[in-house]
């Protein structure tokens, strides 16, 4: 955009209604601010000393209404000529009744002459107010008298004492229609200037709201309001369309972000940071070779784009991609040591590749760059709750709940943290928490179900599994504990009914074989309780443990009978004796 452009459309923002509106509203706030300073320090009301003023403005029929009002309000003579010609050509002709002359070129500044001269009248009437009140009807007139006399010779002792003084008075004697215009000029001069300052100041504020995607619908509003007006260079509307495709990205409008980010390009081909999200927009819709090529070309154009190989390594991670994933994490944290989120991200695929270690050091880095990130909070506990470290797991749950007190799965991790801790009657009320703000939650009922039947509250248990089971029907470790509810209030036909869907659902489930075999003895069925048993040796503990555990038994067995045949040798070596 040029210079001359710039002019033209500076010159077509100013509207002159628009500022002769605020220069009155400019000269009004002054008139209203001086009547209300008076009334605050003098006590006498603006109602008055504005009628003033309006009647020296405004002509003979705003007087009515104006200077009559306010002299009848205190009691003062208003004549229909001013005595000396000179000093009415002076002063002005404020001080004449409707009818007679008006010169509203002399009366600019003389309403405030009548309102001091008003002014300072009431406040002698009020100063005498006390000793005149006090007194009968014989005393009045003297007083009053006394107040004309006062009022007449000691004028310094006024109200406007300070205001009314010789040096002001000639200053304000010699103010005249050059004076008047010179002031009218300037307001109706700055306040085209304030105007477009302000809309200047606007148009800023618009840019902010448009940048700002925390609020998406408002950004989206704020830069299609923008765009709309065209008023920007190629370069500065690729930013407001980029701006607005990522309201749209956060917004979960992927389509629209990717019309944005190519209107983008379409006007600034090199702008890397456009490929970046125009290739978030396509990794979020499942198109995985798109923003692979969006990330090679944001990387081609900014070799240093930290974000572009950080965005980079979580496609490929998203792909299973993880050696592809941690050279590309690598490289972001190298550009950008100071970033948390290629720390949180690395620390994911060293927890999924088993290396707790690095994961924690990791989770621990991006909690030290960014305090409040919970996702690396929520990260870190869990990993210390599989760690069984729950001392250290249910601070990180308890600063998360701090930073997202709706958060059902801090409460819940936090619940799993106290059972874990056997701490049932601390994990209940939590797991009461995750329900009120996920209703009807499957894994929260089964866990509550869980620390119920720890604490002895079977029937609570029972319903908190029923419910579980009927959101999640392939729960297996629901199944697996509502038939040790019903094994354990006798129901061993229902019970092993639970155990069968458990193994059917998961046959490695090697709990619902230990528990179907005692059910299985409890009814009777000795051989399939025999047979379970020997599964669940067998899958807890594989070949080895089965071999080591049968060797055990045959020792005991063999135990069992050289004792027994201890015991007949001895029994009939002693019967002979006792035959004898």
């Not at 000029?185 to 105007?195: E, R, S």
């Not at 989120?341 to 994911?348: D, L, T, V």
């Not at 088993?354 to 880095?365: C, E, I, K, M, V």
């Not at 001895?570 to 019967?575: F, I, K, L, T, Y």
Request: charged share 25%; proline share 5%.
């Amino acid at each position: 955009m040029n210079v001359s452009a710039t002019t033209s459309l500076a010159l077509g923002t100013a509207r002159p209604g628009l500022a002769i509106l605020w220069g009155g509203l400019i000269c009004g706030t002054m008139d209203i601010t001086a009547a209300i300073t008076v009334y605050g320090q003098f006590g006498l009301k603006p109602v008055p000393l504005l009628q003033g003023i309006a009647a020296g403005l405004l002509g003979p029929r705003a007087m009515q209404g104006g200077a009559a009002t306010a002299a009848a309000r205190f009691n003062l003579p208003l004549r229909r000529r001013v005595p000396r010609r000179r000093n009415f050509r002076r002063r002005g002709s404020l001080l004449v009744l409707p009818g007679g002359p008006f010169h509203l070129r002399r009366n600019f500044v003389r309403p405030y002459r009548l309102l001091l001269h008003a002014a300072r009248r009431a406040a002698a009437i009020q100063r005498a107010s006390s000793s005149i009140f006090g007194e009968d009807d014989g005393n009045r007139f003297d007083h009053s008298r006394h107040l004309r006399r006062s009022t007449h010779h000691n004028r310094r002792e006024s109200v406007f004492e300070g205001m009314m003084n010789r040096p002001f008075r000639a200053r304000t004697s010699q103010w005249g229609p050059r004076t008047a215009c010179f002031i009218l000029l300037v307001i109706m001069v700055i306040a085209p200037v304030a105007i477009q300052a302000n809309t200047q100041s606007q148009k800023e504020n618009d840019l902010d709201v448009c940048k700002d995607s925390r609020d998406p619908q408002r950004s989206i509003a704020t830069c299609s309001s923008i765009i709309a007006a065209s008023k920007k260079s190629d370069v500065q509307l690729a930013e407001i369309f980029m701006h607005r495709g990522s309201a749209y990205f956060y917004q979960g409008d992927y389509d629209r972000a990717i019309a944005d980010y190519d209107s983008a390009l379409q006007l600034r081909p090199d702008f890397s940071k456009v490929f970046d999200g125009r290739g978030l927009a396509y990794e979020r819709k499942g198109d995985h070779d798109r923003a692979f090529q969006d990330f090679d070309q944001a990387i081609r154009l900014d070799p240093n784009f930290s974000e572009a190989y950080h965005h980079r390594g979580r496609a490929h991670q998203g792909k299973n991609e993880f050696v592809q994933a941690l050279q590309d994490f690598d490289q972001a944290i190298r550009l950008d040591p100071n970033s948390a989120n290629p720390y949180y991200y690395r620390g994911e695929i060293y927890q999924q590749q088993g290396d707790s270690t690095r994961a924690l050091q990791d989770f621990n880095r991006a909690i030290e760059l960014n305090p409040n990130f919970t996702a690396a909070l929520v990260r870190r506990g869990l990993l210390r709750l599989k760690n069984r470290d729950y001392d250290q797991a249910i601070p990180d749950f308890e600063r998360t709940i701090r930073l997202e007190p709706n958060s059902a799965p801090a409460f819940y991790d936090r619940g799993l943290a106290y059972e874990g801790k056997r701490d049932y009657r601390r994990a209940i009320p939590d797991f009461d928490a995750a329900l009120r703000i996920q209703p009807g939650e499957p894994d929260a009922l089964y866990a509550r179900g869980l620390a119920f039947s720890y604490t002895g509250n079977y029937v609570q248990a029972l319903w908190d599994y029923n419910h579980s089971l009927a959101a999640n029907p392939n729960n297996v470790e629901a199944l697996n504990s509502r038939g040790v509810e019903f094994a354990r209030e006798g129901k061993y036909e229902l019970a092993i009914k639970d155990y069968d869907e458990a193994i059917r659902l998961d046959p490695h489930y090697n709990r619902a074989f230990h528990n179907r075999s005692i059910a299985y003895a409890h009814t009777g069925q000795f051989f399939r309780s025999v047979d379970d048993a020997f599964r669940y040796q067998w899958l807890r503990y594989g070949i080895l443990g089965v071999a080591i555990r049968a060797g055990l038994l045959l020792v005991v067995i063999f135990l069992w009978l050289r004792f027994r045949l201890a015991q007949t040798k001895s029994s009939s070596a002693s019967s002979p004796a006792t035959s004898s």
